[in-house]
């Protein structure tokens, strides 16, 4: 079965250390994209790709960073430099064109120790 | 400052009766505007979705409807089912293919 599998589940960060949540795709998707929820709040786009080796910022791409060298992977790590990671990850993809996400992961839960 | 607002936090609804799930939106620029459902721990799932040329949309059990004029729309679900109980997230976009997401409605059907 096609999907997106994000790992690991449940992450826990030390206050100054980087930490890399993975995202992988068999769907064939061109485009993937990164989101956080906050409770209470609406998912907000972090980092989203529309081809391989080629990202652009969302509206809260501070303190996080991305890469694209393979179609089917879009790995985020969240920096130190992000005062606030506690939250739940999503990351998503969608077809060639289609720049609404139409699939996502299960999600990452990160805290901070 | 919001740009889509689903207002109720959770809704309940006996089986069996519609369920109607509201979501209103500030920008008159969106054109494109999605529902998504949520189980607990796990990602959205897309549900449908509904461009401003129309005004009505509906596949199966699930119906949209825009309001322009209103900036609202809503997702009605009829009959309603036990596994319909979720998180219900409205989402909004414009030319720039960027989604608004709205911060959710919790569907509870009760039996």
């Not at chain 1, 995202?23 to 972090?46: F, K, S, T, V």
């Amino acid at each position: 079965d096609g999907g997106i599998t994000q790992s690991p589940k449940y992450l826990f960060r030390k206050e100054g250390q980087n930490v890399t949540l993975s995202c992988e795709q068999n769907l064939n998707h061109d485009a993937m994209y990164w989101y956080r929820q906050d409770p209470g709040q609406g998912l907000r786009l972090i980092y989203y790709s529309q081809i391989v080796n080629d990202f652009q910022k969302g509206d809260i791409a501070e303190g996080y960073s991305v890469s694209r060298e393979k179609k089917e992977s879009f790995p985020l790590t969240v920096t130190s430099a992000q005062k606030n990671p506690t939250a739940f990850y999503l990351c998503a993809s969608s077809t060639t064109g289609g720049k609404v996400p139409q699939h996502f992961g299960d999600g990452t839960r990160l805290s901070i120790l | 400052d919001q740009q889509v607002k689903q207002n109720s936090p959770s809704l309940s609804v006996q089986e069996g009766r519609i369920s109607i799930l509201n979501c209103d939106y500030t920008n008159s620029m969106f054109d494109y505007f999605l529902w998504y459902k949520k189980y607990p721990a796990e990602g959205p799932t897309f549900l449908i979705s509904i461009s401003s040329i129309k005004d009505k949309n509906e596949d199966g059990r699930f119906t949209v409807f825009l309001n322009k004029s209103a900036k609202h729309l809503s997702l009605h679900i009829v009959p309603s089912q036990p596994g319909d109980s979720a998180v219900y997230f409205c989402a909004a976009s414009d030319s720039n293919y960027q989604l608004i997401w709205g911060a959710g409605t919790k569907l509870i059907i009760k039996p």
